[in-house]
Every structure is written in C-alpha cells, then in structure tokens.
C-alpha cells in the first residue's frame, strides 16, 4: 500500500456497557462515536483521537453472540518504557480488571493479560516492537 490505512477492529458483543468500562476506564481509550438503533445495531467507537487504529463494539438487537472462542484471541500493545507498562498494568488494576494467566505462555515472560467482559483478551507487553 502507498500510505499507511487507519485500522478499525470491529467485533459483535452482548455487553457494550461492561466493554466500555473495560476499554474506557482500564485502557484510556475515548468514546469516538456511539449510535443507538442503526438499521438494528447499537454500537460504540473507542480509541484515542490520533491512533491509526480504534475499536468497534456493536450490539444486533435480537441476536446473541456470546463469549470469545477461546482464550487465544488477543490484543496486544507493546509499551516498551517500564514505566509506561507499569501505569498501564496500574490503571487496569484500579479499574478493577485483574491479570489473567495466558493461555500461550510466552505472553506472560514480560507481559501481563487482562480478559474484558466478553473474553477476549488483551496483552500489555514491555517489550518493543521491532518488525
């Protein structure tokens, strides 16, 4: 690609009030856009105004979808200064949200996993990024 494309994760859930107390109050993130009853989807946006990338939370009125599908699925943010990890691991903590073993141990060497209301997990990594 010519440029760099800004990223949206987009994913179903049954609880986008307890996802936006884990997204909002554990990982900072800001509430983007929200609609209610968008041709039958309730849904929020969350991410932080100048990432490349934020997340998508709908709700299809009638429909279930259920938890993750295994403890595998993940986010993953590399937060190589220690301090910036540690307030990181700090804020979810306080948020209530406690760490969680990994289901793939390699994640736990210098990093610790949180699982939010649905499941689904996410990695914060003290490492960095070199690929």
Not at 27 to 56: K, S, T
Request: proline residues 8%; contains cysteine; hydrophobic residues 40%.
């Amino acid at each position: 690609m010519p440029f760099l494309p800004k990223m949206r994760v987009a994913r179903p859930s049954d609880n986008l009030e307890a996802l936006l107390q884990f997204y909002k109050q554990g990982l900072g993130f800001e509430v983007l856009a929200r609609f209610d009853d968008h041709d039958g989807f309730d849904g929020i946006i969350l991410g932080h105004p100048n990432a490349p990338y934020h997340l998508e939370f709908t709700k299809a009125h009638g429909e279930v979808v259920g938890r993750a599908p295994s403890q595998d699925h993940l986010l993953v943010f590399y937060l190589p200064e220690q301090s910036t990890w540690t307030d990181a691991v700090n804020t979810m903590k306080l948020a209530g949200f406690d760490p969680v073993p990994s289901f793939n141990p390699y994640w736990d060497k210098v990093g610790l996993t949180f699982q939010d209301p649905d499941g689904y997990r996410v990695v914060f990594q003290c490492a960095e990024w070199n690929r």
